[in-house]
T-cell receptor, first 113, second 113 residues
Framework: GAGVSQSPSNKVTEKGKDVELRCDPISGHTALYWYRQSLGQGLEFLIYFQGNSAPDKSGLPSDRFSAERTGGSVSTLTIQRTQQEDSAVYLC???????????FGSGTRLTVV | RKEVEQDPGPFNVPEGATVAFNCTYSNSASQSFFWYRQDCRKEPKLLMSVYSSGNEDGRFTAQLNRASQYISLLIRDSKLSDSATYLCVVNILFSGGYNKLIFGAGTRLAVHP
């Protein structure tokens, strides 16, 4: 597509439920990143994919968080047993060459109640 | 010490003013540099890349000083529409051969009539 697409745009879930967030990068972009941003805070790196592999998972905050990427394209970020502190905007970005910067999707706003 | 540091502001300036934002980074393996703009409740969008020679795009001028590990953004003739958070971003090459964008926490700009 023309841009990075994320779904859903908004998600409200009950504490303890699992959620799955989806990112569809720009066609041809091999690098894909997940960040999250809590209200009024800066961007926090979560995970990076190059193709289908994830050389850097260092930002995942706990083992409740996992991500995968298939076919070098779509990525899903899964949060198990959601907690209220997981509430944030989850942003996906992609790039064909990181040297030139990334393009962000519009994010998924997750609210855990 | 944070890898990328910015003055959080806010900078409150009148229309037509010139305003400058500064940013310092700590990792000498930084390869490329950017300024992103983020509007309230929106995703970050690439404003401009920053090159060693300095670069200009209309009212915006960005400069990089690698020796001092310092980046700047100058906005001339501020418009109301320039009100946003400006994110200093550094692309770092890691030993595993992958890149990662590190974001500053952002500088808030408010332009008033």
């Amino acid at each position: 597509g023309a841009g990075v697409s994320q779904s859903p745009s908004n998600k409200v879930t009950e504490k303890g439920k699992d959620v799955e967030l989806r990112c569809d990068p720009i066609s041809g972009h091999t690098a894909l990143y997940w960040y999250r941003q809590s209200l009024g805070q800066g961007l926090e790196f979560l995970i990076y994919f190059q193709g289908n592999s994830a050389p850097d998972k260092s930002g995942l905050p706990s083992d409740r968080f996992s991500a995968e990427r298939t076919g070098g394209s779509v990525s899903t970020l899964t949060i198990q047993r959601t907690q209220q502190e997981d509430s944030a905007v989850y942003l996906c970005a992609s790039s064909f060459d990181s040297y030139y910067g990334y393009t962000f999707g519009s994010g998924t706003r997750l609210t855990v109640v | 010490r944070k890898e990328v540091e910015q003055d959080p502001g806010p900078f409150n300036v009148p229309e037509g003013a010139t305003v400058a934002f500064n940013c310092t980074y700590s990792n000498s393996a930084s390869q490329s540099f950017f300024w992103y703009r983020q509007d309230c409740r929106k995703e970050p969008k690439l404003l401009m890349s920053v090159y060693s020679s300095g670069n200009e795009d209309g009212r915006f001028t960005a400069q990089l000083n690698r020796a001092s590990q310092y980046i700047s953004l100058l906005i001339r003739d501020s418009k109301l529409s320039d009100s946003a958070t400006y994110l200093c971003v550094v692309n770092i090459l890691f030993s595993g051969g992958y890149n990662k964008l590190i974001f500053g926490a952002g500088t808030r700009l408010a332009v008033h009539p």
